[in-house]
């Protein structure tokens, strides 16, 4: 998966550019923006870990081991572990972008899950927008 072109997808749906009605997104589109978004996170998560585990040539990427260090991430244990980074004391000690990101990763994750789960929820298009501009 390429991370940037999944959020180049996820602010195209928001925008109207693409998806069911042109220049009005419905419901679905914002709901498939939201999800996708979340999904390019949880790629740069899963594949930052296992470069760092396996190797990140091309060679190495295209093997059975990195695919399954690949696989292994669970999202409810991402979202945990993210969450922790704020709740221990030595939190300053992780640098502003990882901080960033692990609190863009559980904000954004709880966004999929209602996009994805829970069909009451409804998103206007100016809401999914400013939550994508905010994060990404």
């Keep these: 998966m390429n991370p940037r072109r999944l959020l180049w997808i996820a602010k195209a749906l928001a925008d109207g550019q693409i998806g069911g009605r042109r220049g009005r997104p419905n419901q679905e589109d914002l709901r498939k923006a939201l999800s996708t978004a979340y999904y390019a996170l949880f790629d ?14 091309s060679t190495v990427r295209k093997g059975q081991l990195w695919v399954q260090t690949y696989r292994s991430l669970d999202h409810g244990a991402a979202k945990a572990q993210c969450g922790r980074v704020f709740a221990r004391q ?5 640098s502003s972008a990882i901080l960033t990101f692990a609190d863009t990763l559980v904000t954004m994750q709880g966004l999929r899950l209602d996009a994805d789960y829970n069909p009451g929820r409804t998103f206007s298009r100016s809401d999914v927008q400013g939550t994508l501009a905010l994060h990404f």
């Design 90 to 94: 030595n939190a300053p000690a992780f």
């Design 44 to 57: 740069t998560l899963a594949s930052t870990a296992a470069d760092a585990f396996v190797g990140s040539s």
